[in-house]
């Protein structure tokens, strides 16, 4: 409700007429039809008068309805609420802290299985991606089902026609089916080889091939500076090694 209309209800409901409302606030009863018909309104100090007089709170008149204040907190309640937020800012850094050392375990385990060539970790590693990579097939003598490690045999892949990415992969192919000059194509995941298949030598690049050769005349070298040169490949799982390095060794080997 608005003041004019409190004020009426107000007088109404004291019984008073305008004429008394006057009287006891001392102004004429024609002021207090100003303030019934909204064409004036009393200022602060007759408003404290009125508010007394009806027993009603200031801001009723003012504002046309009651203002409650939210009572303040004793020192005792502050502290409580305090500590209540101290738990929860804990609580809300023990799970943010928890939530950091997991990812820094996964990544660091994901990092480990990388490195150490571990297939089962490299399978479920989200920064790794699929790619077809060659070798040349070993002898059946070292992929035989009946060999020491069942069937299983390793060697280095290349997985660019550049010669730049190389993988030291283990796995499974069986026999050679009697296909003519044999490589292996492989789609492999880090040390994870999802597939392995058996082609003939006129289904790979020849980029791939030369630089297959050139790995092999690098590994098979017994010179020392060769040696020193293939001494990653002994110790890694995965290298970044250009095709250029390996050709040049190759070639030196072609000139003696």
Sequence with gaps: MSFKEDIKQLRTEQGLTQQGLADKMHV????VSTWETGKN??????LREL????????EKLVFGEEITMKPEKTIAEKVDQDLINKGRYKKIALILGSIVATLALWVGVLTVGYINGVSDIDRFNPFLSYTTAYTKLPSDKVISPNNSKHGYWTAWFTDNEM?????????TTG??????????????????VKIARIVPGSAVNTLVKGDLSALDSLLTS??????NEAKPF??????????????????????H
């Design 41 to 46: 309104d009393p200022n602060l100090d007759i």
């Design 175 to 192: 026999l050679n089916p009697s296909v003519k000059d044999p490589y292996v194509m492989v789609y492999h995941k880090g040390s994870y």
């Design 163 to 171: 010669g730049s990415q190389w993988s030291k992969l283990m796995l």
């Design 234 to 255: 002994h110790d890694k799982k995965h290298l970044s090694m250009t095709v250029q390095k390996l050709e040049n060794t190759e070639n030196n080997h072609t000139l």
């Design 51 to 58: 508010s007394q007089l009806f027993g009603v709170s200031f």
């Design 222 to 227: 017994k010179k020392k500076v060769d040696v």
């Design 28 to 31: 004429s009863r024609q002021t």
